[in-house]
């Protein structure tokens, strides 16, 4: 089946650095990708929908410049948290689709901010 | 995003019993209904899901049952095991694929 690579799993990064995370599809082509965030005990929000070759589209709150999604190919797409602060810490993750529906979701980026 | 409602929050399960969750939703234009099973720190791996053109969906033993008219849907684990100990996800996808997901439900399954 479809393989969704996220990487890393985990980072620890001190505050007003900045953090890219990446997420890969392995045995296809994904047009489309989404990122979601998660925090503890709760479910996923969505973040943004990252299209290939253009601009990723912002869910109302999330701040773009913040949070920057590069989609540079089929199979490659980057979450850069900027000037990240301790309240960025949570748990962030990526899905992408071969079909209309059937998206596969990454295995999780576990981002600290100390 | 239009809200995905999902009960109950926490479940907890004898070996060998039944486990049912509900979701309910609001937008009719909603037209793909997945479940997600999630372990802790780890990403939703997609269970079962459903079109509203058919009232159910049995895969070994998982079954989504869906009701059109009263906006709900349904997951049930028959004979539930130690191992579906996790938390479950519904979620609604429309034409834009994007999927609004349910608040989840925490199942315990005792041994």
């Known amino acids: 089946g479809a393989v969704v690579s996220q990487h890393p799993s985990r980072v620890i990064c001190k505050s007003g650095t900045s953090v890219k995370i990446e997420c890969r599809s392995l045995?296809?082509?994904?047009?489309?990708m989404f990122w979601y965030r998660q925090f503890p005990k709760q479910s996923l929000m969505l973040m943004a929908t990252s299209n290939e070759g253009s601009k990723a589209t912002y869910e109302q709150g999330v701040e773009k410049d913040k949070f920057l999604i590069n989609h540079a190919s089929l199979t490659l797409s980057t979450l850069t948290v900027t000037s990240a602060h301790p309240e960025d810490s949570s748990f962030y993750i990526c899905?992408?689709?071969?079909?209309?529906?059937?998206?596969?979701f990454g295995s999780g980026t576990r981002l600290t901010v100390v | 995003q239009q809200q995905v409602k999902q009960s109950p929050q926490s479940l907890i399960v004898q070996k060998g019993g039944i486990s049912i969750i509900n979701c309910a939703y609001e937008?009719?234009?909603?037209?793909?209904f997945p479940w997600y099973q999630q372990f802790p720190g780890k990403g939703p791996a997609l269970l079962i899901a459903?079109?509203?053109?058919?009232s159910e969906k049995k895969e070994g033993r998982f079954t989504i049952s869906f009701n059109k008219s009263a906006k709900q849907f349904s997951l049930h684990i028959m004979d539930s095991q130690p191992g579906d100990s996790a938390t479950y996800f519904c979620a609604a996808g429309g034409s834009n694929y994007k999927l609004t997901f349910g608040k989840g439900t925490l199942l315990t399954v005792n041994p």
């Open positions: 045995d296809f082509q994904a047009t489309t």
């Open positions: 899905s992408a689709s071969e079909t209309s529906y059937g998206y596969t």
């Open positions: 937008n009719t234009a909603f037209d793909y």
């Open positions: 459903i079109r509203p053109d058919v």
